[in-house]
């Protein structure tokens, strides 16, 4: 094999088919670029193979970035305006609160902590957790005076207080702060509404729209379109609301409201379904089985009502709940039965006061209605004075009703249900109690007008007193007939 290839060798050179002579050093430079090209070309194709190997090879999956936590989830919905789900708000404050221990000049740290106080106070009505909102809501202001965030959760704070005025102080404060904070503007615009500011409360609302368009937007913009009497664009507003919900907290919060604004139109079983699943998708959601007490009642399904309002009591002590529960017994004649809830809604009234919460308005509708009317107006002028809202208009009219200061009564009662006085929104108390009041008067026809009217709203908008409603407007009778002026 050796010699052959010696033989092919030679052979070449001597008939001229090899190299010519003297070009040794030319083929040999000729020949090396030639082995160096091929080793080249291998070695491109060893990696052009190698990186297709390694583009097909299995690779691990990234490893996705770990889920939130609850102080995480509570401190993202805080921060969103979002409601927050009541155990991941504890987790929160526990961690700011051992956060504070080492870093005390954490002013953010000290309006977070004030704030989720604030969340969970509204949550449990444990007004308890109002002064320790409010030390850790100065405490930020000491440290950092003027901050956005500390002056918006004293905002909240002085809403859950029901102390309307100072929260709308501390609004402008917090918008003077940072004018483009869209947060601020839903507890403005509450409020506003409050004090009976409603051209402010819309005006602002604007400003808010403009800055944002999310789910908080939403659900306050139902709010003011309730409050002119704008109801279906109320409920479609808040229906989307609840629609683009992710968290089951926040869906729980906007489907209850919207079990609200189905019982303000006397729609029971919607209202019924909204607050049970409400209930369902956020179990803590406490005021979810008032409503559903009150829908169980105007279904005449009143033994579940008795049962929802024990629950909701037992849950979140509220005198509004105690109230409602007093005067479903009564409309059952069970007098006996109504007078501990009563007891326990004064003594509700005078904790609330503890924690620096105004309940001062349904303690007079309860003084009007169950207690001492004189003592009602006292307390509800008062009220007036402090926040002039609908609310309180309506309220302080039934009471001076209650004295037989009818004339007076008229004037605070046109003003809870005259558009013209802000007064858009559409209640069947408010109707009802503006019917009673008028035809104590001697004005038969806008008292039947105004009966009719509060039972077209809601027919089941008391145990108590829609009845009452009924029998009124049967005394009244037909309105008479007018003859047709003649041709």
């Known amino acids: ?21 003297g070009g040794g050093r030319g083929t040999g430079r000729r020949r090396t670029r030639l082995v160096v090209g091929l080793l080249l070309g291998l070695l491109v194709g060893a990696l052009a193979v190698g990186g297709l190997l390694w583009l097909e090879r299995p690779r ?49 740290a000290w309006a977070v902590l004030g704030t ?41 704070l002085a809403n ?12 402008e404060a917090a918008l003077k702060a940072d004018g483009r904070r869209w947060t601020a503007l839903p507890p403005l615009i509450e409020a506003y509404t409050g004090v009976g500011d409603y051209k402010a409360a819309r005006s602002t609302l604007e400003r808010l729209q403009k800055l944002n368009s999310g789910r908080v937007v939403m659900a306050t913009s139902a709010a003011v379109y309730w409050d002119r009497g704008w109801r279906e664009d109320a409920v479609a507003t808040l229906s989307d609301a609840a629609a683009g919900a992710q ?10 409201r919207a079990g609200q604004l189905a019982w303000e139109r006397g729609e029971r079983e919607v209202a019924l379904r909204h607050f049970e699943e409400a209930g369902r998708v956020d179990p803590d959601r406490r005021t979810a089985k008032a409503g559903q007490a009150r829908a169980l009642a105007a279904l005449g399904r009143t033994t579940e009502a008795l049962s929802a309002y024990r629950l909701a009591l037992a ?34 009234v005078r904790a609330a006061a503890a924690g620096g919460v105004d309940e001062d308005l349904v303690l007079g509708r309860f003084e009007a209605d169950h207690g001492d009317p004189e003592e009602a107006v006292q307390i509800l002028r ?22 037989g200061e009818n004339e007076e009564a008229l004037e605070y009662a046109l003003r809870a249900t005259d558009k013209e006085h802000g007064g858009g929104v559409r209640s069947a108390l408010y109707a009802y109690h503006r019917g009673m009041i008028e035809n104590s ?20 908008f008391s145990p108590l007193f829609a009845p009452l409603a009924r029998e009124k407007l049967k005394a009244l009778g037909e309105p008479p007939e007018v003859p047709v002026p003649a041709a």
């Open 441 to 460: 008067l001697g004005l038969a026809g806008p008292a039947r007008r105004h009966l009719e009217e509060a039972l077209r709203i809601n027919p089941y």
């Open 315 to 348: 849950e979140r002590p509220s005198p509004q709940y105690a109230l409602e529960l007093g005067e479903l017994y009564e409309s059952m004649g069970l007098e006996q039965a109504a007078r501990p809830q009563y007891d326990l809604l004064q003594d509700q």
């Open 160 to 171: 859950a207080r029901r102390d309307f005025r100072a929260a709308r102080t501390w609004g």
């Open 60 to 108: 691990p999956r990234p490893v996705p970035p770990p889920e939130p936590g609850p102080a995480e989830l509570a401190l993202a919905a805080v921060g969103a305006g979002v409601p927050p789900a009541l155990r991941d708000l504890a987790v929160l404050i526990g961690e700011r609160e051992r956060h504070l221990r080492t870093h005390p000049r954490d002013a953010r």
């Open 116 to 156: 989720a106080y604030v969340e969970q106070g509204r949550r449990t009505a444990e007004t308890a957790s109002y002064p320790a909102a409010e030390k850790a809501l100065r405490t930020s202001l000491k440290v950092r005076p003027g901050n956005a965030v500390a002056l918006e959760g004293m905002t909240a």
């Open 382 to 403: 008062a009220e007036w004075r402090k926040q002039p809202g609908i609310a309180v208009a309506d309220a302080l009219g039934w009471a001076l009703h209650r004295t």
């Open 247 to 256: 968290a089951p907290a926040e869906r729980g919060a906007w489907l209850e």
């Open 1 to 21: 094999m050796k010699t052959g290839v010696k033989t092919a060798v030679r052979t070449g050179t001597e008939t001229g088919t090899g190299p010519p002579r």
